[in-house]
């Protein structure tokens, strides 16, 4: 059994910033590549930042230059600074993980995400 339960959203205004964490939890070896996902009403969701093992990231065009994803592997969390939100940030985010387990195949996961409202 694997959890990721994220953290830290909330109601900011434009041009503001927030930071979102997502801690893992439960039975498995390593976490492999970590992401931040966004699903705003009405729209597909879609990859914000996304974190390997190895330190190496990579982000949609449309956080670029404003978003960093960074890991803490002591802690098995993964965050997201967001600064200079726009409205167009407005959604529910949520993290997820891949999971190296002892003896079994890996398994992913998904937190149950937090809501990120950017509005004056």
């Known amino acids: 059994q694997v959890q990721l339960v994220e953290s830290g959203g909330g109601l900011v205004q434009p041009g503001g910033s927030l930071r979102l964490s997502c801690a893992a939890s439960g039975s498995f070896f390593s976490i492999n590549a970590m992401g931040w996902y966004r699903q705003a009403p009405g729209k597909a969701r879609e990859l914000v930042a996304r974190i390997t093992s190895g330190g190496s990231t990579n982000y949609a065009n449309s956080v670029k230059g404003r978003f960093t994803i960074s890991r803490d592997n002591a802690k098995n969390t993964v965050y997201l600074q967001m600064n200079s939100l726009k409205s167009d940030d407005t959604a529910v985010y949520y993290c997820?993980?891949?999971?190296?387990?002892?003896?079994?195949?890996?398994?992913?996961?998904w937190g149950q995400g937090t809501q990120v409202i950017v509005s004056s």
């Open positions: 997820s993980a891949s999971f190296r387990r002892p003896f079994v195949s890996d398994v992913e996961a």
